[in-house]
C-alpha cells in the first residue's frame, strides 16, 4: 500500500514537471498560439494508448497458447488502462481542432479509425461481463482482444497512407515533417510521465483482478463447504 | 494568449479522466478486499463450528 502511494506520488510529481515545461518551456506556435500546447498531453495520451493496447494484445496471445490466468488478468487490465488514455486522446482532440479546424470532429481516416478503437475495447470489456464462467470468458475475450487490435496498426498508420484532415505524423514521418527541437524534447518529456502513470494503472488494475480471481477460489470453497 | 481557456480545459479533463479511473480502481480493489476477508472468515468460522 506504502509502496503504491509513493508510486502514484512519483507520478504526480513526475506529471506537474510535465505540465510546467509544456506550459513555459516549449516556445509559443508561431501560427497556432498557446493552443497547440494540447500536443503534449493529446500525443503522449493517444501514443501511450497504443502502447497499452500493444501490451494487451501480447497478453491475449500468450494467454491463448499457454490458459494461464495471470495473462487474462494483464489483457483486462492493459485494455482498460488503453481505453483510459484513448478516452483522453479523443477528449483533447476535438478541443485542439475547434479554435485550429473550426469543427470539433470529423469523419476522417485518422479520426474514425481512432473512434473505432475506443468502441472495439469498450467491446472487449462488455463482452467480459456477459460471460459468466472464467476460463470461457478468458478465451473469449483474448480471441476478440487479438481481432481488435487488428485497428491498432490501421490507426497508426492512417496520417501516413491517406491525406487526412488530421495533421500528417511529426515524429517518424516523412521529409519535411518534424517539429522544433525544443518542442520535440519537451514533447518526448511529457510522454514519460504518461507510460510512468500507465504503469501505475495497470499494477493497480492486475492486482484487482488478481484479487478476483482469488475471491473466485474462496467463492467456490466456499460453496463446495 | 488567445484559446487559453481551451488548453486549460485540456488539462484539467484529461486529469480528472485519470483521477477518476485510479480513484474507481481503488474502490473496486477495497470492495474486493473487504468482501474476500469476510469469505475467509466466514469459511473459518465454519470449518471451526466442524470442528
Known amino acids: ?225 | 494568449m488567445k484559446n487559453l481557456n481551451s488548453v486549460f480545459a485540456a488539462y484539467l479533463i484529461a486529469w480528472g479522466v485519470f483521477f477518476i479511473y485510479y480513484v474507481s480502481v481503488a474502490r473496486r480493489a477495497a470492495a474486493l478486499k473487504d468482501e474476500l476477508e469476510r469469505l475467509k472468515s466466514s469459511l473459518n468460522q465454519s470449518a471451526n463450528r466442524g470442528k
Open chain 1, 1 to 225: 500500500m506504502k509502496k503504491n502511494a509513493l508510486g502514484a506520488a512519483v507520478v504526480v510529481l513526475l506529471l506537474a514537471c510535465a505540465a510546467y515545461a509544456a506550459f513555459f518551456i516549449a516556445p509559443t506556435d508561431a501560427k497556432q498560439g498557446v493552443v497547440y500546447r494540447i500536443i503534449f498531453l493529446h500525443v503522449p495520451s493517444a501514443e501511450t494508448g497504443l502502447v497499452s493496447f500493444f501490451i494487451c494484445f501480447i497478453a491475449n496471445v500468450a494467454y491463448v497458447l499457454k490458459r494461464q490466468p495471470k495473462w487474462d488478468w494483464m489483457g483486462i487490465a492493459a485494455a482498460e488502462v488503453g481505453l483510459a488514455f484513448t478516452t483522453v486522446c479523443l477528449i483533447t482532440g476535438p478541443i485542439w481542432a475547434k479554435p485550429i479546424w473550426g469543427i470539433w470532429w470529423t469523419w476522417d481516416a485518422r479520426l474514425t479509425s481512432t473512434a473505432v478503437l475506443w468502441l472495439l475495447y469498450v467491446a472487449y470489456l462488455m463482452l467480459r461481463t456477459l460471460i459468466e464462467e472464467p476460463e470461457r470468458r478468458a478465451l473469449l475475450s483474448a480471441l476478440f482482444g487479438i481481432f481488435a487490435f487488428i485497428d491498432v496498426p490501421l490507426v497508426f498508420g492512417s496520417i501516413r497512407w491517406w491525406r487526412t484532415q488530421h495533421p500528417q505524423p511529426v515524429i517518424m514521418g516523412g521529409p519535411g515533417s518534424g517539429l522544433d527541437p525544443t518542442m520535440k524534447a519537451v514533447l518526448f518529456f511529457c510522454w514519460a510521465p504518461m507510460l510512468a502513470l500507465m504503469i501505475l494503472l495497470m499494477h493497480s488494475r492486475y492486482r484487482l483482478e488478481a484479487m478476483r480471481g482469488d475471491l473466485d477460489v474462496v467463492r467456490r470453497e466456499a460453496e463446495a463447504a
